[in-house]
């Protein structure tokens, strides 16, 4: 007859994760995330500001490894975080879906480390990346028929018919928007 022991089930569950491997995973974690901003900054085709959006990626990578670190072993915990990262979903404006691939690929290098899976993350990560660099050197996206949203600030008063035509000189359709002083 088998019994079924709970002290060997929680101790399959309960997985220490030492100092040592925690600092090193947050390091592995920082570097990931770093090369990754490179990799945003040369390769994303995105029109907001890259350097300040890529600057997140750090944070957001080893915040990931230590919530996940914290709560791998337990349900309640993980249920919270569920409620509070829908929430954090509804209140956080992403622009682009790049964007979120790019925030993906940073939760992915923290859930991996976090679950101390140094070399299956590190081997995706190169993966990963190296899938962005044959999609960025096939694919050169043309700039011809994009959405453009330009912000203007100035120190004295600004004429916006003087603005709006020389952008009818160079673009094909101009729409404005919204004027703000």
Do not use: W
């Not at 100092?19 to 570097?31: G, P």
């Not at 923290?110 to 990963?128: D, R, W």
């Amino acid at each position: 007859m088998n019994t079924f022991s709970l002290t060997a089930l929680e101790n399959a569950i309960n997985i220490e994760l030492t100092i040592l491997d925690l600092s090193l995973n947050l390091i592995i974690a920082a570097i990931l995330a770093h090369i990754l901003q490179i990799v945003f900054i040369n390769y994303s085709q995105t029109l907001n500001n890259k350097k300040v959006f890529s600057n997140n990626f750090v944070i957001i990578a080893t915040t990931t490894i230590f919530i996940i670190s914290i709560v791998k072993s337990s349900l309640a915990l993980s249920l919270g975080l569920v409620g509070a990262l829908s929430i954090i979903r509804f209140r956080t404006a992403v622009k682009e879906p790049e964007e979120i691939s790019y925030l993906f690929v940073c939760i992915g290098i923290g859930l991996g480390l976090g679950a101390n899976y140094k070399l299956v993350s590190i081997i995706a990560f190169i993966i990963i990346i190296a899938l962005i660099a044959i999609k960025s050197f096939f694919g050169k996206k043309e700039i011809n028929n994009e959405t453009l949203y330009m912000s203007i600030s100035c120190k004295g008063e600004i004429d916006l018919k003087i603005v709006l035509n020389i952008c009818k000189n160079y673009c094909s359709n101009v729409f404005f928007k919204r004027f703000q002083s």
